[in-house]
């Protein structure tokens, strides 16, 4: 499947219908009239959490696990939380590996009938290519907002097959609205990073997280500290000097670390490299708290695209 990215009324693919046809054997989400209970959704990620209140709008209760600022292959919940999970009408999470301390949870779920999407099984995934994780699914799509347009369709395409008439046409105006922000927020990516000439395209991050960001806007990942798409890998000695001497062929002024994790590892390969390099931390993988600059998930987006386009024209 490939990923539109203009603008576009949506077209929904066969695959995408399919797969969320999958879970028409779970409980229905039921519309919100007099009397009747509030549907229930249940949102792993803070990141994911944003879009799907984004679609729902007022039609659905919508639960987010992940606190700001956390980090989504190491966060943990509550006995609460898990009980809201195994009683809710659905279950939105991201996939592809990337809640690690939830699968347990998720089985569960899923066990007591709680339908569950994994929205990255749906939009045109990518592998990793390089480091421990090589050949995996990569879970990080929302780096490609064009993906996250993606994950709308999918998104509305469930609600729409799980919930009565009145939710799925309020889901379906505000989805639409939604999507047209996503595209604008593309668009604006797009020209931030057409400012950067091309030969100085090049990341190093704090693990595995831009790939999907490099495909859509023709940046090179040239290399990470932690050679893995998880936090939870370790970089051995031999790693770090290995990407210490890549940084200094490649010329490249800066090193990206996520803003929920330590900068530690990536002030240590800072410290490798005889030229000057600079740590620059991004909202990589958390949404923070409502003050902060990456409250929302197009926030986060735009602040990384700036930092990202000034970490790399360190002369601008």
């Not at 203009?6 to 695959?15: D, E, L, T």
């Not at 998720?106 to 994994?118: F, I, M, Y």
């Amino acid at each position: 499947m490939t990923v539109g990215t203009g603008r576009h009324r949506r077209k929904r693919s066969a695959p995408i219908i399919a797969a969320v046809l999958t879970l028409g054997t779970a409980a229905t989400v039921t519309a919100c009239s007099p009397g009747e209970e509030t549907a229930r959704i249940v949102v792993t990620t803070n990141i994911l959490g944003d879009v799907v209140r984004n679609v729902v709008g007022e039609s659905a209760e919508v639960r987010v696990l992940m606190k700001p600022n956390a980090d989504p292959h190491s966060f943990g919940i509550s006995a609460q939380e898990a009980g809201a999970m195994e009683s809710a009408d659905l279950i939105v999470a991201n996939g592809l590996g990337l809640e690690e301390g939830l699968r347990a949870n998720l089985d569960n779920a899923r066990s007591e009938g709680v339908a569950v999407l994994e929205v990255g099984e749906h939009i045109d995934p990518l592998e990793y290519t390089g480091g421990e994780s090589s050949g995996q699914a990569d879970p990080h799509f929302w780096t490609d907002p064009a993906r996250m347009v993606a994950a709308v369709d999918v998104i509305e395409d469930t609600l729409a097959d799980q919930v009565e008439t009145g939710v799925a046409e309020a889901v379906a105006g505000s989805a639409e609205t939604y999507r047209d922000r996503l595209e604008d927020l593309d668009s604006e990516i797009a020209d931030i990073a057409e400012a950067i000439p091309a030969e100085r395209r090049k990341l190093v991050t704090n693990h595995h997280v831009f790939g999907y960001f490099a495909e859509r806007f023709d940046f090179e990942v040239i290399g990470a500290v932690l050679p893995s798409g998880t936090t939870l890998a370790s970089p051995s000695a031999a790693d770090l000097e290995e990407l210490a001497r890549t940084v200094e062929e490649a010329g490249v002024p800066t090193i990206f670390a996520d803003s929920s994790q330590p900068q530690k590892l990536a002030e240590a390969l800072s410290g490798e490299v005889d030229t000057e390099v600079e740590v620059v931390p991004l909202f990589s993988e958390s949404l923070t708290e409502a003050e902060g600059d990456a409250a929302t998930y197009i926030d986060m987006q735009r602040s990384n695209a700036e930092a990202i386009a000034a970490g790399l024209n360190p002369a601008n």
